[in-house]
């Protein structure tokens, strides 16, 4: 059973920057396509950017491009999500999820129903 786990979070004045980590555990030798979604009270849970098995490809939303960095390290089993120039509308719990995949450099869709596997969130809050 593949288990994810988030940290990263926190409370940070806006313009500053965090980097979310994503561990993985229980993986087969299946390729796993891993992606970030986030999500306030009342809201869908909104998809912000996915990474391949192989890391190669990636996908950012449009209100992310720029600001968030999708990487991986398959040594480690970790996916990493670089925030830069947080903005106060980014404040939401931010989900991790793993979508089991046949083609290594498939990136995933940002799109929740997709993955099988989630994490239990982390918290991220831009105020001032």
């Known amino acids: 059973q593949l288990q994810l786990v988030e940290s990263g979070g926190g409370l940070v004045q806006p313009g500053g920057s965090l980097r979310l980590s994503c561990a993985a555990s229980?993986?087969?030798?299946?390729?796993?396509?891993i992606g970030w979604f986030r999500q306030t009270p009342g809201k869908e849970r909104e998809g912000v950017s996915c990474?391949?098995?192989?890391?190669?490809?990636?996908i950012y939303a449009d209100s992310v491009k720029g600001r968030f960095t999708i990487s991986r390290d398959n040594a480690k089993n970790t996916v990493y999500l670089q925030i830069n120039s947080l903005k106060p509308e980014d404040t939401a719990v931010y989900y991790c999820?793993?979508?089991?995949?046949?083609?290594?450099?498939?990136?995933?869709?940002?799109?929740?129903?997709?993955?099988?596997?989630w994490g239990q969130g982390t918290q991220v809050t831009v105020s001032s």
């Open positions: 990474i391949s098995s192989s890391g190669s490809t990636t």
């Open positions: 229980g993986f087969t030798s299946d390729y796993y396509a």
């Open positions: 999820a793993a979508d089991r995949v046949v083609n290594p450099w498939y990136p995933g869709r940002l799109s929740a129903h997709e993955y099988d596997y």
